[in-house]
């Protein structure tokens, strides 16, 4: 049987955090399938095709098995959409567990047979989140560190575009 998991997000970038966690969770599933939030009630930097252009660039190395999809409304319903068991999720500090708790037990009631996994944000980048490196692109900070190059040249291009 072949173990599918989504990973859910805004990823307005993604970030280098993301992106681990994404070639971890690659590793560990048969098919892993990026969601991309569509939120009407956010007002993102990058639409959810340029997001997940940039994405898709990031992703293109890790052998194939990785999906990048927009997705509106529930994460639980994506994932059924997919024929996914498996919700991915990054845990950067404690200070994340309350919210992502609190979603994974909301997912488990919407679907109990979808299952949460968690996997800890590498070392290095657990100071990283995307609206920080959003301000630090936006100021002319050095960003090539916190995202993949296909975000930094966007996010360039963004900012440059409104000076
Ligand atoms: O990158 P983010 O913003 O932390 O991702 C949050 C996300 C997209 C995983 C979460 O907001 C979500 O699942 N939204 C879809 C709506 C939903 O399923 N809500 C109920 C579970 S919390």
Redesign the pocket.
């Known amino acids: 049987m072949s173990r599918v998991a989504v990973f859910?997000?805004?990823?307005d970038p993604m970030t280098n955090a993301h992106l681990d966690v994404a070639r971890r969770a690659a590793s560990l599933f048969d098919q892993l399938v990026v969601g991309v939030?569509n939120n009407p009630r956010k007002s993102p930097l990058f639409s959810v095709e340029e997001r997940i252009a940039q994405i898709t660039a990031a992703v293109a190395e890790f052998g194939g098995n990785v999906e990048v999809a927009g997705f509106d409304?529930?994460?639980?319903d994506f994932a059924r959409s997919h024929e996914a068991g498996f919700i991915v999720?990054g845990l950067r500090a404690v200070s994340d567990f309350e919210a992502e708790l609190q979603?994974a037990h909301?997912?488990r009631k919407l679907r109990p047979e979808v299952d949460t996994v968690f996997l800890m944000s590498a070392l290095d980048y657990g100071y990283l989140s995307s609206s920080l490196a959003k301000e630090v692109a936006q100021f002319g900070g050095e960003i090539d560190g916190m995202v993949p190059p296909s975000v930094a040249d966007a996010l360039r291009l963004r900012f440059a575009a409104s000076k």
Do not use: A, C, K
Not at 8 to 11: A, E, I, R, T, V
């Open positions: 859910p997000g805004s990823f939030l409304g529930l994460t639980v999720r979603m909301t997912n």
